[in-house]
């Protein structure tokens, strides 16, 4: 079973709307921290022809080679504004005005535009801080008090920015263990805000996902990994979307020339076979690790719970504690389970359930091409994470797409009443906290 994890926030403003935005936020500020200024000993002591003069030689100061690097462009930029002064509230007040408004004016590509915002605000934070240690006035502390909680709340919103053209280029790299970081943290983003979010916004982000796929046959998998992921969060919560973005993603990977789409499009198709699986008929088959093909239909009449797991699988190891007691507690009562093993080497797994004393069947992969993540009922129900584990009713039908934890407990005292061995006293509040951890550390698919 995939882990919880959650969809794309909605991008933050762009970096020129960011710098309009910021100047209109203090423009308050600025008015009070002007008035101050011009009445101010310091401000006299310089002169008013020196004080208009200032602007201009600050603007003459950024107008800097367009060949030169960005940190030369940023280590040149307003010379005279790149040290806070000496001085006491008066002369911090002058500083942070000045400071302020070569935020405003400053012009450069973004990220030289933002490394030099962001030393800027570390300078009117610290001017503040020199301002109300020097035992300004009423109007002062006010004043130095505001401008140093915006250039803090302005360096959080450049921070965000660079986080998101920073994730951008990951997602966009060449190579796909680097983008494959990037769109995680993608879906898992998504994954988190999806209720919050509105209609546009999830338009927005199923836009991105499905945009420009790449033609390299690893980046198109783990594009199309992605998209597997975030369908089976939302189907648990939001099943409509799920299928929809599952749909949606077939139609266009179908029509790719990539090498990778048919087999791309053939676990799409398994992960929406999975997700309509709910209250319909699951279809079984393979052959067991001693070599016997499962009857699959002599299950009929039973609960059955179909576990997709492996060996070195950490969480599939932490809720074996959990079914184990399940099956004794309720295995008399008509309770059973099948395994999918997704290993890659017979002997362990055999090893393992030797050792793990497990007592139910166990299919496993008949040769090296339908091993992994290969087996053909992995690829046939679109399993991408691990464990997966499915309940199924005395029908054949499924009742459950994530029956693991208290949630097996629950649904094994619905479907078959009080156990015949009751659960050790303790243990559903350890079950639950594995439950948890488990859930959070679901293994994945490494192909996408």
Known sequence: MLGDTS????????????????????????????????????????????????PAAE?????????????????????ALRVVPAGGSTEMVQYVSDAMRAISEYEGDPATADRYRLSMCLNIIEAADVGLESAPSDNEANVLTIVKLMAMERMQDIAQQQLQRTEELI???????????????????????????????????????????????????????????????????????????LEEAVEIMQSHDN???????????????????????????????????????????????????????????????????????????GFDVVGVSLDTSLEKVEEFVEAQEIPWANLYGEDEEHDGWDHPMATYYGISGIPTAILVDQQGRAVDLNARGVRLRDELQRLLGDPVESPTEGDEAETDASDAQATAAAETDPAT
């Open 59 to 79: 603007q003459q100061a950024v107008e800097v080679d367009a060949n030169s690097d960005a940190d030369a462009e940023v280590a040149t930029a307003k010379p």
């Open 171 to 245: 997602r966009s790299d060449e190579r796909p263990a680097v983008a494959g970081v990037g769109w995680g943290r993608f879906t898992q983003k998504a994954m988190q805000k999806w209720g919050e979010w509105s209609d546009e916004e999830k338009k927005q982000f199923k836009s991105t996902l499905l945009s420009d796929l790449p033609e390299d046959e690893q980046l198109f998998k783990v594009r199309a990994g992605s998209i597997r992921s975030v369908a089976s969060y939302l189907a648990r919560g939001d099943e409509d979307s799920g299928r929809q973005l």
């Open 7 to 54: 969809i794309r926030p909605p991008p933050p403003r762009d970096a020129v709307a960011m710098s309009l935005t910021f100047p209109r936020t203090l423009c308050a500020a600025v008015t009070i921290v002007a008035a101050l200024a011009m009445s101010s000993p310091a401000r006299v002591a310089r002169g008013d022809e020196a004080a208009e003069d200032a």
């Open 259 to 333: 090498p990778a789409a048919e087999s791309v499009v053939a676990r799409l198709q398994g992960t929406l076979r999975r997700l309509e699986l709910l209250d319909n008929p699951m279809e079984l088959s393979g052959v067991q690790v001693d070599g016997t093909p499962l009857d699959w239909e002599s299950y009929r009449g039973k609960v059955v719970l179909v576990d997709f797991w492996a060996t070195w699988c950490g969480p599939c190891r932490a809720e074996l504690p959990n079914v184990k007691e399940m099956y004794a507690a309720y295995h008399d009562k």
